[in-house]
């Protein structure tokens, strides 16, 4: 099905793929070393002070909430400053969108 301004977004092929650039949310699940913090404080630092409370630390990473279009410029960010990122895992969508 192509996408066209009638096509609602869920009705999309595209949704849940890199072509998804909609406000949906999907919890994301980022696998790294993090001694001193600084991988989590750059991703709370994209995903601003009101999401930050819901970022999950877990004990090779962090797990949070955003559109997929997100998760290439954290990914970035994160190279930016040398740190290693082993796997980036989407999980389901989430019911929220990014605003």
Same mark, same amino acid.
């Given at each position: ?9 869920? !009705? +999309? +092929? !595209? ?5 998804? #650039?909609?406000?949906?949310? #999907?919890?994301?699940?980022? !696998? ?23 970022i ?5 990473? #962090? $797990? ?8 290439? $410029? ?11 990122? #082993? ?8 019911g929220?969108?990014?605003?």
């Amino acid at each position: 099905m192509k996408n066209t301004e009638t096509t609602r977004p869920f !009705e +999309s +092929s !595209e949704i849940g793929t890199p072509r998804d #650039y909609t406000d949906n949310l #999907y919890r994301v699940y980022f !696998e790294l070393p993090d001694p001193d913090g600084l991988a989590g404080k750059i991703i709370a630092d994209f995903v601003g002070p009101e999401r930050a409370c819901a970022i999950l630390r877990l004990a090779h990473g #962090y $797990e949070t909430e955003l559109p997929i279009q997100c998760i290439p $410029e954290i990914v970035r960010l994160l190279a930016l400053q040398n740190l290693s990122v #082993y796997q980036v895992v989407r999980y389901a969508k989430s019911g929220g969108v990014w605003v």
